[in-house]
């Protein structure tokens, strides 16, 4: 039997549509309109296009979002001081620095240049700090993403093997700590796990975050599990694929994302929902 398709594209609008509406309440009761920065330094084609997305997203929901390009030698001082400047401005209530950045441009020191309380990537080591020892505050958007499609898809977690592919700060590791949260028994695979197999085809939710396109094949999926599929890779003929074999693991699988229209939409719906719960936050202090 063919898997459930997860469908991220629907659930993100869904999303989108309800932020929109408290964003408008927002306006409304405070008088507050959400701000999000968004920095690109440089001009990776990839980077060019989600950082596009982004503001087209902040529009449609009323947040507005401000569009800070700088040249590809910018040096690292000046992208630190733009960082910092956005720190100060009461306008902007969420920071987002476009990664990769070009290679003088130290992405750990602007990560940790951007006040916590406006990351709203959830990168900062003081979200990271608050996520791992269960305060979370400002979390990844991919894995907080991830959490949401599991939950509308009604995927029961506590108690369930949750395999987790990749060990990157964006996804692997938060993830972890929500599906530990949820009290899934949590593995994480990564280049050196010496049989990757092993670990995938015991998983009742599998989640493959690494960029290897067709990674994960049918015969490393057990049958009925939840498989979500958080790479987007270019190939050659320029189309996306996910790390995930998608055509032969949806005979095997319960339910699978497909890439696209699975998992990336729902990392822009999360920003949104970062940027506004940072502003409501704002309004607190
Ligand atoms: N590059 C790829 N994904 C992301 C992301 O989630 N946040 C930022 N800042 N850069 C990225």
């Not at 869904?14 to 927002?26: F, H, Q």
């Not at 695979?189 to 939710?205: F, M, V, Y």
């Not at 270019?234 to 229209?261: C, H, I, N, Q």
Request: overall charge negative; hydrophobic content about 40%.
């Amino acid at each position: 039997m063919s898997a459930e398709r997860i469908d991220g594209k629907k659930a993100a609008a869904d999303l989108r549509k309800e932020i929109g509406a408290e964003v408008k309440k927002l306006k409304e009761e405070h008088g507050v309109t959400p701000g999000l920065a968004v920095v690109l330094v440089g001009e990776d084609p990839a980077s060019q296009v989600y950082v596009r997305n982004k503001h087209r997203a902040c529009k449609n929901a009323g947040i507005e979002s401000r569009d800070i390009r700088l040249p590809e030698d910018t040096p690292h001082s000046e992208v630190v001081a733009k960082v910092k400047e956005l720190n100060e401005d009461p306008q902007v209530h969420g920071i987002l620095v476009q990664l990769p950045t070009p290679e003088q441009v130290d992405d750990e020191e602007i990560i940790n240049t951007i006040a916590p309380e406006k990351d709203v990537d959830g990168f900062h080591p003081v979200n990271m700090g608050k996520l791992l020892s269960g305060q979370p505050e400002m979390v990844p958007c991919t894995p907080k993403g991830v959490m949401h499609l599991l939950d509308v898809t009604g995927v029961e977690l506590e108690g369930k093997e949750a395999t987790i592919v990749g060990r990157s700060n964006i996804v692997g590791k938060p993830q972890a700590m929500l599906l530990l949260y949820e009290h899934c028994t949590v593995t994480m695979c990564h280049s050196r796990t010496r049989d990757l197999s092993e670990h995938t085809s015991r998983a009742d939710i599998l989640v493959s975050a690494v960029g290897v396109p067709g990674l994960i094949t049918a015969d490393m999926v057990k049958e009925g599990a939840v498989v979500i599929d958080v790479g987007i890779n270019r190939l050659d003929d320029g189309s996306l694929a996910g790390d995930v074999a998608y055509d032969e693991v949806k005979e095997v699988a319960g339910a699978v994302t497909p890439v696209p229209g699975g998992v990336g939409p729902m990392t822009i719906a999360m920003l949104l929902r970062n940027t506004l719960e940072a502003t409501k936050r704002s309004l607190e202090h």
